[in-house]
Each structure stands twice: as C-alpha cells, then as structure tokens.
C-alpha cells in the first residue's frame, strides 16, 4: 500500500498570486517614490509582468488602490473576529475595534500619508466617500453594524441603520488623525481610541432616548446631504428591509 503523504496547503490559483504580486509592488513603489511618481509601466517593470498584464489585474492606479482598500478591509475583517465574539459592553468593542484596525493599517502608515494627498480630493475615486470605494467602505460599515448588535446597549429601532454609518464616520476621523501623527507607534491615535471610544458608546446609548432621537436624524440628515455617497447604503438598506 503506498504511503498517503499529507497535503499541505492549497495554492492560490496563479491568477490570483500575480495579482497579488502586482499589489504588492505598487504597495512598495508608493510609499518608496510616491503614488504619482509611480507608473504602471514601473510597477509592471518591478514585478515582472508585462504592462498589458498589468493592466489587465488593474485597469489603472486607481484600481490599484481599491485593491489596497479592500485587502485592509479584508484583513481588519479577520483581525477584528475575537473583538466581535467577545465582549458586549460597547465601549470596549469600540475601543478594540478601533485599535485593530491601528493594529492591521500600521505597516501601511508611511504609504497612507503619500495617499491621502489625492484621497483628500472629494472628486477622486480614491476618496474613502466616492462610489469606487463602495465595497470597502460597506465592508467597514458592516463591522460597525456587528459591533453596535452585539453589544448589550439598548438602540431605538429607527436608528438601527444610522448608528454604523455614523460609527463608520467615526472611524474617519480617526484615521485622518492617524495619517498625520507621527507619535511612535501611532500611540497619540490610539489614546485617541481609549478617550473616544467611551463617549462614543455613552451618546449611542442615550440615542434611544426620544429626547435625543432628532438630533441623532438631524445630524444623519446633515450628513447624507453633504456626503451622499457615504450614507447611500443606508437607504438602500432601508428600503431593502421594508420590502
């Protein structure tokens, strides 16, 4: 009888690696020359594809940075797993949330600021709000969502689809707080965590509140007029659930 050799792993379909590989060098070139020093020409140069390779993975830089959205979102949708299945005061799933992400984005931080020079720009798909970045960004709200469910707080019904969003924003800012600190180990954006995560999970519990409740719509309201791309979901969820 022959031996049965155990099987390791299975291998990424080549496809997939060569686009992974392509990230990954685009990754590299732009934090190492900058994002518009960096054509695609080198990137294809750097990872031994041809350009129509290249572009054939991605159709241009902008895609190429989608690609990073989404393996960030992937890889904090991992990291996050036991901050989800854990704890249910909303403080602390804030406060952890929040930190694991710091935790996944850290090795990007010198990238993230070359980014953000054109990410600032609202008419630019890079920009976290535009309708390009919609899959990351519901991957992010989606996790909110988790994080505002599983907890033990009390929410008023109408709110149920304005909370993450609003938890999301928050999420922004800290994350434009993080592009620019440059505290050792990005310790000033995350005291930032430990002082707002609590204030956070105070305000969404007395949300519930009716005291409360049109202040929270109002502020929605504000938000989805000026930033209509990144409360778009909401609706759509909405509208989806009283089909």
Do not use: C
Request: aromatic share 8%.
């Amino acid at each position: 009888m022959k031996d049965v050799k155990a099987e390791g792993p299975a291998k990424a379909p080549k496809s997939e690696q060569t686009r992974a590989l392509i990230l990954e060098t685009a990754l590299r070139l732009f934090q190492e020359r900058g994002y518009d020093k960096t054509t695609m020409r080198a990137i294809a140069q750097e990872a031994g594809v041809s350009v129509g390779n290249a572009y054939y993975y991605f159709a241009s830089k902008e895609h190429l940075v989608q690609g990073f959205y989404d393996r960030i979102a992937a890889e904090h949708a991992a990291a996050v797993q036991s901050v989800l299945e854990g704890d249910t005061d909303l403080a602390v799933r804030i406060r952890d949330t929040l930190l694991t992400w710091l935790d996944v984005a850290e090795p990007y931080h010198r990238f993230a600021s070359q980014l953000f020079k054109n990410a600032a720009d609202p008419q630019s798909p890079l920009s976290p709000f535009s309708s390009d970045s919609v899959a990351a960004r519901e991957a992010a709200i989606s996790i909110h969502r988790r994080v505002l469910f599983g907890s033990d707080t009390r929410t008023a019904p109408e709110l149920t689809e304005r909370l993450p969003h609003l938890m999301w924003l928050m999420q922004m800012g800290l994350v434009l707080f993080w592009v620019y600190d440059r505290s050792e180990g990005a310790e000033r954006s995350r005291r930032l965590v430990e002082r707002t995560a609590p204030i956070a999970a105070r305000a969404i519990a007395l949300s519930r509140f009716r005291v409360l409740r049109p202040m929270v719509r109002q502020v929605h309201e504000v938000l989805e007029e000026f930033m209509p791309g990144a409360l778009a979901g909401a609706a759509g969820a909405r509208s989806t659930g009283s089909g």
